[in-house]
């Protein structure tokens, strides 16, 4: 169904969106350090709960995006547009929940999750919590846009949307935090306006595009139970799967934390290098669900199960790509970002080790599951993931790094192990052909 070229028309800019948007996260985080410790700390522990949220309304997204790349596949354009209307509707409203729940108990959550942190570090997050929240609509409803434009082959747009919203968000960083010194507020509010600038254009695009999924008239939406429930039955689970992910690395977060300084800082930056390595491999699983949704709407099994090979094997050579240039880069970079020697040594050795192990364990672990979530399978996602997450990554973590005492390496042991179960999971599964069996749509 897609040609070579429209193939890597779409994974291009997906894994440039993915890379770009890493790039900006770490250069935004610099930014804010010059705004003094207690701000860092602050948007340090805010983000994490960012993320979790972020990462639920974009679970609502991909229930929409894999219906309406079936219906593509299918040739059913006008129920395409139909579930996309549908999907602006719901990812609307349980964002607008989500947002007024987390401003109205805003106190109680930060006490909650982060107990008795410093009186300066609170009142920032405390500032920086409030402002983010208040864009949770817009990036959710963005997320949900750009969702529609990639199942029908275009990723170009949101990529060019997203690159110029993260230089919206520096620019932003330099002129509140730099040169108005609102610190943390200064960031918060730069944030905002980017998401801002993401809702509102991508929204018009979407109004006025010549493709197959356009939304005419928004005021005009009504909502169509049945739809919404399909929708929340795929992005439901996928959002749980991507929520355990996340309290799976709070919980890990806290037992590195009692480490030391020097294990704190190397883990750190093993962290950043090592989620940067992913991007790209991401973008391709993204890419996937669109091909392989079109593919199984069209009726296509075959050739759904051709494109989760032939994407998976592209993604495991990005992942090679990347993996060797963290192994080439770590020692450099560690000394440029003027790490002490022992922590820069410590950092090295966890990138390396965690990158000689990736290509072949992180990436058969996540790239067929987005495929297979596209033919409609993701219940068996969510409940390995969530299996693998607590009993893998979590447990062993714990007990390596409080009983055997072996330092920050226990972690990505943890991690490794969590990969390897679940791509021998992965593996299984599609072989089996089960996953064919979960049909989305009558």
């Not at 949101?158 to 690159?163: A, E, H, Q, R």
């Not at 620019?171 to 730099?178: C, E, K, T, W």
């Not at 356009?214 to 991507?242: C, H, Q």
């Not at 075959?302 to 993604?315: N, Q, S």
Request: aromatic share 12%; net charge positive; charged share 15%.
């Amino acid at each position: 169904m897609f040609s070579r070229k429209q193939l890597w028309a779409l994974l291009i800019p997906l894994m440039v969106e993915q890379l770009l948007n890493s790039m900006m996260g770490t250069v935004d985080t610099v930014m804010v350090t010059r705004a003094g410790n207690a701000a860092i700390s602050a948007v340090s522990l805010v983000d994490s709960i960012n993320i979790l949220v972020i990462l639920v309304f974009s679970a609502m997204a991909t229930g929409g995006a894999i219906l309406t790349s079936q219906y593509l596949g299918k040739d059913q354009a006008d129920n395409a547009r139909h579930t996309g209307g549908q999907l602006l509707l719901t990812v609307g409203g349980v964002s607008l929940v989500g947002t007024l729940l987390c401003i109205l108990f805003r106190h109680w959550l930060l006490r909650v999750i982060f107990g008795s942190v410093d009186d300066d570090v609170m009142q920032n997050a405390q500032i920086y919590f409030l402002i983010t929240a208040l864009s949770y609509p817009l990036i959710a409803l963005y997320n949900a846009a750009a969702a529609l434009f990639r199942s029908d082959g275009n990723s170009k747009l949101p990529m060019t949307i997203s690159t110029i919203s993260n230089f919206i968000n520096i620019a932003g960083n330099a002129i509140l935090i730099f040169g108005f010194k609102m610190g943390v507020a200064g960031a918060a509010w730069s944030t905002f306006a980017s998401r801002f600038f993401c809702f509102a254009v991508i929204f018009f695009f979407l109004k006025y595009t010549k493709q197959k999924i356009a939304i005419k008239k928004y005021f005009s939406l009504r909502p169509d139970k049945a739809v919404m429930l399909k929708i929340l039955k795929i992005g439901v689970p996928t959002g749980i799967e991507n929520g355990m992910f996340q309290f799976g690395k709070l919980a890990i977060q806290s037992t590195i934390s009692t480490m030391g300084t020097v294990a704190i800082a190397a883990n750190a930056m093993t962290s950043v290098l090592e989620s940067f390595s992913s991007q790209a491999s991401i973008g391709i699983g993204l890419g996937m669900m669109t091909v392989v949704g079109q593919a199984i709407g069209a009726g296509r099994d075959d050739e759904a199960a051709r494109y989760i090979k032939k994407l998976t094997l592209y993604g495991w050579i990005a992942m090679f790509i990347s993996s060797a240039t963290m192994c080439a880069i770590v020692k450099p970079l560690a000394y440029l970002s003027g790490m002490e020697g022992e922590a820069a040594k410590m950092a090295a050795d966890l990138t390396i080790f965690v990158h000689i192990l990736k290509p072949f364990a992180w990436t058969f672990s996540f790239l067929p599951a987005y495929g297979m979530r596209a033919a409609g399978d993701v219940r068996f996602s969510m409940t390995l993931s969530s299996i693998t997450m607590w009993t893998c990554r979590v447990a062993i973590t714990i007990v390596l790094a409080r009983v055997f005492g072996m330092g920050p390496i226990a972690m990505w042991i943890g991690m490794a192990s969590d990969w390897a179960v679940r791509s021998l999971c992965f593996y299984i599964r599609f072989k089996s052909g089960r996953w064919l069996t979960h049909r989305v749509l009558n």
